[in-house]
């Protein structure tokens, strides 16, 4: 693996276990400015470092990296320049489950491509076993994200968003 890809990856772990303490702020109804930061930055940069990788043509990873950037931007303009007023509370903890779960729909398709056992029952992930992570990542994402914009409401977020 070379020095890029395991930058690219601990970039995506980093971005990972952060949306994780996030998500779990969420449902809990509470901002994290500093494990946000550490979140929405990880996982620009994971974007970012993924269209530095060689490709020919349009492929599912640079359509991810398309809406990821999109979303991405979403989100940080909810939360650091509309202050999560009004509807764009909404528009970040949508923008920020979204963000996450494309961060783990990747991670599943990397484990299925790279972990031998995995491979082996999902070697072109067309397979049924592949089709049921992805499924369970995603009914599991929905759900979370469902729960987190119905109940996100912070007591208070501070005059600084960007302190950690």
Do not use: C
């Amino acid at each position: 693996m070379s020095a890029f890809t395991l930058f690219h990856v601990a970039l995506s772990l980093v971005g990972i276990v952060a949306g994780l303490v996030v998500m779990a702020g969420l449902l809990q109804s509470r901002h994290l400015p500093g494990w946000t930061a550490l979140f929405l930055v990880t996982t620009a940069a994971t974007t970012v470092t993924g269209f530095l990788f060689p490709f020919r043509g349009f492929t599912p990873a640079l359509g991810v990296g398309v809406v990821s950037s999109v979303v991405l931007a979403a989100t940080a303009y909810a939360l650091y320049a509309r202050r999560l007023a009004g509807r764009w509370r909404g528009t970040y903890v949508l923008g920020a489950t979204v963000s996450l779960y494309l961060n783990v729909f990747v991670l599943v398709v990397q484990l299925f491509d790279k972990v031998p056992g995995l491979h082996a029952l999902a070697p072109t992930q067309q397979e049924p076993p592949f089709a049921i992570a992805q499924g369970i990542v995603l009914v599991l994402f929905v759900a979370v994200g469902f729960v987190a914009v119905r109940g996100f409401h912070p007591v208070e977020l501070p005059v600084d968003a960007h302190a950690a």
